[in-house]
């Protein structure tokens, strides 16, 4: 069936520097995309949207970047800091509000 | 706004029994709540769709029978495993869909982790 997919599952990076995750996805219909941020033994936390109609929103340090040519989505981090060490998910909103979530990025912050 | 909260936290059980886990948002209604299971190092894996007055609906492989859903008010959806046996331990996660906050964003529970002995 089809699934957001997720290019690499873990991503070290230093604090300060920016952080990007990457996501793929498979069904082009998706007009509906969210990211997640899950810390350890807690519930998804919501991040940031973006409608097929936009290929950027911005957030408060957070950039959401989708290319619906290639099915591609991206969440960019700026000034990683120790706190935004966690695991990140790209979800697609599927039919009857469903979502489909990808496999998770599991970011790590290097003081 | 959009909070939603989860009950208990944290439940320790033995093979055999049944297990209710609440969800509830606090400061919306939801007449749609999901049910998500995830177990280590995984994704989340919808389980079902709660709707309020409605039956449940399952995803494909889900059983009905062993994982009732009851969605008795436009604020809370209850979900029990019956007779839980180990491989039912895992994190169960609720969401609910605000459609009032002019969103299709899904907000999600802080879990429950179920182990079962």
């Known amino acids: 069936g089809e699934n957001v997919g997720l290019h690499l599952p873990t991503l070290s990076v230093q604090e300060g520097d920016n952080s990007i995750i990457n996501c793929a996805y498979s069904?082009?219909?998706?007009?509906?995309f969210i990211w997640y941020k899950q810390e350890s033994g807690k519930g998804p936390q919501f991040i940031i949207d973006?409608?097929?109609?936009?290929d950027k929103r911005q957030g408060q340090r957070v950039t959401v970047l989708l290319n619906k040519t290639v099915k591609h989505l991206s969440l960019q981090i700026a000034a990683t800091q120790p706190g935004d060490s966690a695991v990140y998910f790209c979800?697609?909103?599927?039919?009857?509000?469903?979502?489909?979530f990808g496999a998770g990025t599991t970011v790590t912050v290097r003081a | 706004g959009a909070v939603v909260s989860q009950h208990p936290s944290r439940v320790i059980c033995k093979s055999g029994t049944s297990v209710k886990i609440e969800c509830r948002s606090l400061?919306?209604?939801?007449?749609?709540m999901f049910w998500y299971r995830q177990f280590p190092k995984q994704s989340l894996m919808l389980m079902a769709t709660?709707?309020?007055?409605?039956?449940?609906?399952?995803e494909q492989g889900v059983e009905k029978d062993k994982f009732l859903i009851n969605h008795a008010s436009l604020t809370l959806s209850t979900l029990t495993v019956t007779s839980a046996h180990p491989e039912d331990s895992s994190f169960y996660i609720c969401?609910?869909?605000?459609?009032?906050?002019?969103?299709?964003?899904?907000?999600f529970g802080p879990g429950t982790r179920l182990t079962v002995l």
């Open positions: 969401s609910a869909r605000a459609p009032s906050l002019s969103t299709d964003t899904q907000y």
């Open positions: 069904n082009s219909a998706s007009d509906y």
């Open positions: 973006i409608r097929s109609n936009m």
């Open positions: 979800a697609e909103n599927m039919a009857d509000y469903k979502l489909s």
């Open positions: 400061d919306f209604q939801a007449t749609t």
């Open positions: 709660s709707n309020e007055g409605s039956k449940a609906t399952y």
